[in-house]
């Protein structure tokens, strides 16, 4: 497999230093992202470089997942409008320990010569002082070199301005590529597009203080076809963590993604070849109402983020709240996971001794609850078939509801109408 090859038909390549391939192509490289430890989790927007990385070590090479533990104390200014809030170390190493096992689910850390490994610049900047770096690193790039940088033109332009400590920015990433060239013998850096500045700044320090080569190559910024923000939803970011963004929304927002994206992104994040890639294709295109590309898309990745488990499950939640799926999936399920099934869905509370008894459904849905305004109501819409309890048509506006209908033990799903659902919660 030929990584830059790799990176060129699935639509990922944005820019590449003259020579990387040719150095790619001598055999086993090592390379390696940086990943900024801003939040204890990673979200969808990380996910192109994993992939990079993931591609990099199928390819044979050996990749280098750096978490910023000292540059996330600075902040990169690459892309932001303003300067972002400065965490504490504590935070900070809270941060990097999430990081590091989101990617060993990512990443082959025993695979013999090419396996994965995780470094942390913290590490080497810990004992490093200030005078020190501004004579070792400092004196080889100029001020001019650095404002050449779009990241920093963009900002000095703005009303903002730039302060000392993300100027410096380029300077650490740069000293970050250096320490992994001449320690851990990094010949490549990689990253999205907007990095380019950062990561040839690393190119020229290895040359200018080494003498030295050192490669770069970059990939395109994933956007959406509609000019939105790739990763962004309503309730904000999909983050990789389940406890953040539940493997149910997370393979909801792969399925709900439009048929001009979901082309463009089954090739970035997944892992099937170009042949199997277009015969998908080409089923989406005969019946795109089933959406082929999308399905693939969303359990490819689902599965490979959570697990293979965690995505059956979202395919039984989406069934039951999108089809005719039944309640039985729901006993599999903590109390915590089915009100996440249900969120946003209104709930009420019921009695469950009254439920030991026997309620009439009338009572239950407009008496006990507000799933109804009023009794005659509730009796009309049974009456036309349009009532469902746990997914069983009611009938009989006189018939009763009791505690063995519960969904374990504790739970019944009311439907009006087709998509209307109300959670019953019996305490």
């Known amino acids: ?33 940086g990943f900024d ?97 501004i004579r070792d690193v400092g004196k080889h790039i100029t001020v001019n070199y650095m404002m050449s940088k779009d990241s ?6 703005g009303e903002t301005g730039m302060s000392f400590t993300e100027f410096s920015y380029q300077l650490v990433q740069g000293y970050d590529f250096y320490w992994l060239w001449k320690n851990k013998g990094c010949m490549v850096q990689m990253g999205g597009s907007d990095q380019w500045g950062n990561i040839v700044t690393g190119t020229e320090l290895i040359r200018r203080k080494e003498g030295g080569s050192a490669f770069a190559v970059t990939t395109k910024l994933i956007k959406k076809a509609d000019g939105t923000k790739f990763g962004k939803t309503e309730g ?33 994040f997944s892992l099937k070849t170009k042949a199997e890639l277009e015969a998908i294709e080409a089923k989406h295109e005969e019946a795109p109402h089933q959406r082929a590309l999308q399905r693939a898309l969303a359990e490819e990745i689902t599965a490979r983020t959570h697990s293979e488990e965690a995505l059956q499950k979202a395919i039984s939640t989406s069934e039951f709240l999108f089809s005719t799926g039944s309640v039985d999936f729901l006993e599999q399920l903590t109390d915590d996971e089915i009100l996440e099934v249900f969120e946003g869905v ?12 026997g309620i009439n459904v009338t009572d239950l849905l407009a008496e006990k609850t507000k799933v109804f305004p009023s009794k005659g109501e509730a009796r009309k819409m049974i009456q036309g078939g349009g009532v469902s309890v746990n997914r069983n048509k009611v009938s009989d506006p006189n018939g009763l509801v009791t505690a063995d209908q519960l969904v374990k033990g504790e739970y019944l799903i009311a439907q009006k109408g087709k998509k209307n659902y109300f959670l019953l919660i019996a305490g």
């Not at 989101?102 to 490994?117: I, P, R, T």
């Not at 920093?152 to 332009?157: G, M």
């Not at 709930?347 to 001794?353: C, E, G, P, T």
């Open 1 to 33: 497999m030929n990584f830059i090859e790799e990176l060129r038909w699935r639509g990922m390549l944005q820019d590449i230093m003259p020579g990387t391939e040719d150095e790619l192509n001598k055999g086993i490289v090592s390379g390696y992202i």
């Open 37 to 133: 430890p801003t939040a204890d989790s990673l979200h969808v927007g990380h996910l192109t470089q994993i992939m990079t990385l993931i591609h990099f070590q199928r390819a044979g090479h050996k990749p280098f997942a750096l978490v910023g533990g000292a540059t996330g104390m600075v902040g990169d200014p690459s892309g932001k409008s303003a300067e972002r809030n400065l965490l504490s170390e504590d935070v900070l190493k809270h941060n990097v320990a999430c990081i590091e096992s989101q990617l060993k689910k990512f990443l082959d850390f025993e695979c013999g010569a090419n396996s994965a490994e995780m470094v942390n610049n913290f590490d080497w900047f810990k004992n490093y002082n200030f005078l020190d770096f």
């Open 152 to 157: 920093v033109k963009k900002r000095l332009e």
């Open 236 to 268: 904000g970011a999909v983050w990789l963590d389940a406890k953040r963004t539940s493997p149910y929304k997370f393979y909801q927002f792969w399925l709900n993604t439009s048929d001009s994206d979901a082309k463009e992104w089954i090739r970035v």
């Open 346 to 357: 209104q709930r009420f509370a019921v009695s469950k001794d009254e439920l030991q008894q």
